[in-house]
């Protein structure tokens, strides 16, 4: 496959029309026709509604390009790599983290990291549903989970505490749970469809169901209704820590049973090289997580 062919096609989608994207690379329309029309008969099928008015991707077209960028990327980066000038990150670096991690340790060091790389684009996807990372053409995501996808390569960046806590109004209404058995007998906030806490005690894991009269999609919603009251919420320690330490909220101990740690993990798809420009915010981020370290075990 020509990659100044998918040139071509991406140029064309961002124009609005193939005598535009033609002008925008330098081209006589006609060259940028038959790198078109060379592009369809190599990949078999149709990538453009054209009109004499209009131009938009056909099905089969917006499938192909978030690959065709992957594609044109890699190879920018491939030149840049090789290049023995070349030392900094460049190019467009597509990452995806949950809303609150990536408010809390990404957006922060993303001024510094862009000052350094002055090559470097970012954009950053705050979704708390892991994306397809191909068919995105992400590059980087950051979750907070238990990984089940063998067709992705993960590496841990750190383990991430969690902790019960609730609004001392709840628990002076209510009263204190004794042991992670009691929790079912309180109004527990349930994030998304995961109908249970799964706890690591002396006698192995534990999962307690939930009586959950209220759920949220968002650990912002869970964390929002525990704050004002709503019942015990199972949350990282680290976005809870300020609350705890100024009495808003009140982490309770069972003793040896402590919640499931959830891993923070960096993921990448196994159709892309892990490029300078990953490589490069995996180094800020890790350091962003070591600086608040004692957030994560208070």
């Known amino acids: 496959m020509n990659t100044d062919d998918v040139v071509v096609l991406l140029a064309a989608i961002n124009a609005g029309s193939l005598a535009e994207a033609a002008r925008r690379l330098g081209l006589q329309p006609m060259v940028a026709s038959r790198r078109l029309a060379a592009l369809e008969a190599t990949l078999g099928v149709r990538l453009l509604h054209r009109t004499t008015r209009s131009l938009s991707p056909t099905p089969e077209g917006e499938t192909f390009v978030p690959f065709a960028r992957a594609m044109i990327e890699n190879e920018t980066e491939a030149k840049a790599l090789l290049r023995a000038e070349t030392r900094g990150a460049a190019g467009l670096l597509r990452v995806s983290a949950s809303v609150a991690f990536g408010t809390r340790f990404i957006t922060p060091f993303i001024p510094r990291l862009l000052e350094d790389h002055p090559d470097l684009r970012i954009a950053l996807d705050l979704s708390d549903q892991l994306p397809d990372l191909v068919a995105t053409g992400t590059d980087l995501a950051i979750r907070i989970a238990q990984l089940r996808d063998s067709s992705l390569i993960a590496q841990k960046l750190s383990e991430n ?129 070591a600086a608040s370290a004692e957030n994560f075990h208070t």
């Open 161 to 289: 505490p969690r902790c019960i806590v609730a609004s001392p109004d709840y628990l002076q209404r209510c009263g204190v749970p004794q042991n992670i058995e009691e929790i079912a007998d309180y109004d527990c906030i349930q994030l998304g469809a995961n109908a249970h806490w799964t706890f690591s005690t002396s006698e192995g894991e534990k999962h307690i169901r939930l009586n959950a009269r209220f759920s949220t999609n968002t650990m912002e919603g869970c964390y929002a209704t525990c704050l004002a009251g709503g019942g015990l919420a199972l949350i990282s320690n680290w976005y809870v820590c300020d609350d705890v330490e100024a009495g808003r909220l009140v982490k309770l101990d069972f003793g040896v049973a402590r919640p499931e740690t959830l891993d923070i993990w960096a993921v990448y798809p196994t159709t892309r090289l892990v490029l300078p420009k990953v490589r490069v915010f995996i180094t800020a981020l890790k350091e962003a997580i």
